[in-house]
């Protein structure tokens, strides 16, 4: 299979494109490398990948990388609440406006498979005990979870209407875990990353609950979608992860791996966000199994921080005493 992956220099999308390579499909990875092109640089000996420079904004950059797709990836946007909050207007074009170019450009040329990344950020904030399905009424508590909800819709909608373009909806969980462009802003990585080099975790809202997936699961759930037959797939909403846990269990995890961190818990805080999640729709129609465990994501990331590995590049500097917590395209 031919495939078009957009946003593929990112934390997800170099992991997605050496997923994919490593089954036998041709890549072509479409990304602006607003954050570098060290993410393209480990694909480059594989002759099935082949980068393409350039901006899902642009109508002819687009219709350029489309030409011999069978399926597209659509993982490029600004991602998370800090980042759209910094850049409304950017976040809107490219999470919204350009997920749809991106889709017609699908369906004109003829693409059999659209798979579009969303968020469980789009549940927001849910009562007590309530565990989110895809059924469930949405409650967006950030600018980027509107975005990907409007993106959901009019996809569905207007792969309803007709084409031969079969839309899936992913809904990831926050990823943790090891990627050739790494991020520290989400909340596994950053709190086993204090672990190592501060001892010190503050946890704000502490009883909030988020569900987890390791970026190589989410890997793997994009190439089951890929992989499962058409209707079992096409205009659907999957919830992906593997684990529901509260923040202060994050923290937990991190202690217990450290010896000696100091966690302090602060009621409250910036991010309102608090649901649970079931990814049980996805495993009944693809059989997907998420084979990661965010014991497991703290464990490898500990070993990299511990070994050297990251010590140096664009992660860290001056020996982890500041992280670079960039926005991202996936």
């Not at 699961?217 to 499962?228: C, E, P, R, T, W």
């Not at 096409?234 to 010896?259: C, L, M, P, W």
Request: with cysteine; glycine share 10%.
């Amino acid at each position: 299979m031919n495939i078009l992956i957009t946003g593929a220099a990112g934390y997800l999308g170099t992991v997605v494109a050496t997923q994919l390579l490593s089954e036998g499909h041709t890549v072509r990875g479409l990304d602006n490398l607003r954050f570098g092109g060290g993410g393209f640089l480990a694909l480059y000996p594989n002759s099935r990948f082949e980068p393409a420079i350039g901006d899902v904004r642009s109508e002819d950059d687009v219709k350029a990388a489309m030409q011999g797709v069978d399926a597209v990836v659509h993982l490029a946007a600004i991602v998370g609440d800090p980042a759209c909050a910094e850049e409304p207007e950017v976040a809107t074009e490219v999470n919204l406006d350009s997920t749809l170019l991106v889709f017609r450009a699908a369906q004109r040329a003829k693409v059999g498979r659209f798979v579009f990344m969303s968020t469980c950020s789009v549940y927001g904030k849910q009562p007590g005990d309530f565990v989110a399905t895809e059924e469930s009424s949405m409650n967006p508590q950030s600018l980027y979870a509107v975005t990907k909800i409007d993106a959901e819709k009019e996809l569905v909608r207007e792969a309803r209407m007709g084409g031969s373009t079969a839309v899936t909806v992913l809904r990831l969980s926050t990823l943790f875990g090891l990627s050739p462009r790494m991020r520290f802003d989400l909340v596994v990585n950053k709190f086993t990353l204090l672990g190592q080099t501060s001892g010190k975790l503050t946890v704000y809202g502490p009883e909030s609950w988020r569900p987890y997936l390791h970026v190589a699961d989410a890997a793997g759930a994009i190439s089951s979608v890929l992989s499962a037959p058409r209707n079992a797939v096409a205009h659907q909403v999957f919830n992906v992860g593997s684990e529901n846990h509260q923040t202060k269990d994050i923290a937990s995890f991190v202690r217990g791996y450290y010896n000696g961190v100091d966690v302090e818990t602060l009621a409250g805080g910036p991010d309102p966000r608090d649901y649970r999640v079931s990814f049980d729709r996805l495993r009944a129609a693809t059989g997907f199994e998420p084979s990661r465990t965010v014991l497991g994501g703290i464990h490898e990331m500990a070993m990299a921080l511990g070994s050297g590995l990251l010590h140096r590049g664009p992660y860290v500097n001056n020996g982890f005493n500041t992280m670079v917590l960039q926005p991202a395209f996936v």
